[in-house]
């Protein structure tokens, strides 16, 4: 396996996520209400039912939507303002490849965020073309994305963000439509990490060895503490839930 990258700074304190009373709603509905986190553990998962904010979460946090209440800071930077900075401190893996590369081939894919980062051409396609090499896939760099399987693409989409070195990896179901080989291989590749991560998960055995875990129920904190607990306390209800059919509710 090859050495993880470095990374600028791995001090969790000075690439803190604090969210101070954040929310976010549409059109007047609350997806996310209240929430004050403080993160600065290495690995954090992310749990709760289908429509409970998850997704929402990383999307506040990464920058990509505005909190309509309350503030979300990183290394206490605003990251829907300073987008820039945050090429560097946060990255996000989708649980789509499709729905973020945006290139035709490997090769320009990987050199894209590089260059955002200000790196000119021939810098950044040199930084994508050793990364490649480092993975054992330098024959990936002209290829065409479309000529990848999804397990590949997604593996791309991971290499993207780690070209630029962030302190703070999201994940957003990663594993989900991928093979066993393929889901091992991202999972071995993921505990190689230096960078703090916060995963979402609908597994359990996902979070073995976490040090935090944040249970979310329609837009609040559920739960928040040790991974044990909190995922038993998440387990234990959602098995009670299933015994009473508690899907059979219309959402008004």
């Excluded at 929310?23 to 209240?34: E, H, K, N, Y």
């Excluded at 499709?98 to 290139?103: E, G, R, S």
């Excluded at 955002?116 to 040199?126: S, V």
């Amino acid at each position: 396996m090859p050495d993880p990258l470095p990374v600028a700074t791995a001090d969790p304190a000075c690439n803190s996520v604090h969210l101070r009373g954040a929310g976010f709603a549409i059109a007047g509905r609350p997806i996310l209400s209240g929430l004050n986190l403080h993160l600065t553990e290495r690995r954090i998962g992310l749990i709760g039912r289908n429509g409970s904010g998850k997704s929402t979460f990383l999307r506040l946090v990464a920058g990509l939507i505005v909190p309509t209440s309350g503030t979300v800071r990183v290394a206490d930077l605003d990251p829907a303002k300073d987008r820039k900075a945050m090429l560097s401190r946060i990255g996000i893996l989708f649980q789509n490849p499709d729905h973020q590369i945006i290139f035709p081939t490997v090769g320009e894919e990987l050199a894209f965020g590089l260059r955002q980062q200000g790196l000119d051409k021939a810098a950044a396609t040199l930084t994508a073309r050793s990364l490649l090499a480092r993975h054992g896939r330098s024959h990936w760099e002209t290829q065409a994305v479309t000529a990848l399987s999804q397990g590949q693409r997604h593996f791309l989409c991971l290499l993207s963000v780690l070209a630029m070195q962030p302190h703070t990896i999201l994940l957003d179901e990663p594993f989900a439509g991928l093979d066993l080989p393929t889901q091992t291989r991202l999972d071995r590749e993921l505990a190689s990490l230096s960078q703090r991560l916060i995963l979402i998960t609908h597994d359990p055995k996902a979070l073995a060895g976490y040090d935090r875990v944040i249970w979310l129920e329609g837009g609040r904190v559920q739960a928040d503490g040790a991974a044990g607990p909190v995922v038993a306390a998440f387990t234990a209800e959602m098995g009670r839930l299933g015994e009473v059919d508690a899907d059979t509710d219309l959402t008004v």
